[in-house]
């Protein structure tokens, strides 16, 4: 008899994270030529270092960065590798992107989303982080929600990336 996987509880409410009044006030990009109004664009990120924002679970320890809002660690509690400690799945020396580093296929971001800090929100009860970026044209929103006794995670990312024009 197939089992179905417990329901996921709901995501946590989503708060806007606190950010220095300069931060606040929304910018405008100059009027586009043949266009008479400024266009509005998002708060613009601090670019700050954050502490290290770690989930610790019943199976698992994850260590995220501000910048790229990644993962750096991920060790699992209940394996070891051939050197008995936690199992860490991700591979430093690999030189490839980090966890949930974003990916775009065709025209690149203005913004290098990857390596850029944003700001960091953990959620209450510690099992969740909240991820914002802005550069006034190019915004990302990243959000990561665990379950203690699960491996299952919900990951949610958004963006609208100003892109680099072609060159032709």
Excluded: C, H
């Amino acid at each position: 008899m197939a089992q179905s996987a417990p329901a996921l509880p709901p995501p946590a409410p989503e708060a806007a994270p606190a950010a220095p009044v300069a931060a606040k006030a929304k910018a405008e990009r100059p009027a586009r030529k043949g266009s008479s109004k400024a266009v509005p664009s998002a708060p613009i990120t601090p670019q700050t270092t954050e502490p290290a924002l770690i989930v610790d679970t019943d199976l698992f320890t994850v260590a995220f960065s501000n910048q790229g809002a990644t993962v750096r660690s991920w060790r699992l509690k209940k394996y070891r590798g051939n050197d008995g400690k936690y199992l860490e799945l991700v591979n430093l020396a690999a030189g490839v992107e980090f966890p949930f580093s974003l990916y775009f296929p065709d025209k690149q971001p203005t913004a290098k989303v990857n390596w850029t800090y944003y700001t960091q929100t953990g959620d209450p009860d510690g099992l969740g982080v909240t991820y914002v970026f802005s550069d006034g044209e190019t915004s990302v929103r990243k959000v990561f929600r665990f379950q203690k006794n699960s491996y299952l995670l919900q990951v949610s990312t958004r963006s609208r990336p100003a892109v680099r024009p072609s060159r032709t």
